[in-house]
Nanobody, 116 residues
């Protein structure tokens, strides 16, 4: 069982930055692919960024490429999402996800609101 706790959301003006963190419990964090998803009101949840278990490979949604950076610190059981040049369309609840074969865990989400 893995518990995920997100933090770092908030209200920011367009062009600003935020850094989200997701702290995971348990000793097997380094075996999980970690991802950030987001869900805006009235829209489906979408993948924002993902990072492999050792952190060697990352993947981003086209809408955030060049603005967002996902990283992880396996010694601290934490994954991060650095978000720069935020835009109003980035407004959503951001969720942390841990996945490996046979296991899939979600955090409770953190709200990010970008004002124009």
């Amino acid at each position: 069982q893995v518990q995920l706790v997100e933090s770092g959301g908030g209200l920011v003006q367009a062009g600003g930055s935020l850094r989200l963190s997701c702290a995971a419990s348990g000793s097997t964090f380094s075996t999980y692919v970690m991802s950030w998803y987001r869900q805006a009101p009235g829209k489906e949840r979408e993948l924002v960024a993902a990072i492999t278990s050792a952190g060697r490979s990352t993947n981003y949604a086209n809408s955030v490429k060049g603005r967002f950076t996902i990283s992880r610190d396996n010694a601290k059981n934490t994954v991060y999402l650095q978000m720069n040049n935020l835009q109003p369309e980035d407004t959503a609840v951001y969720y942390c996800n841990a996945w490996r074969l046979g296991a899939d865990y979600w955090g409770q989400g953190t709200q990010v609101t970008v004002s124009s």
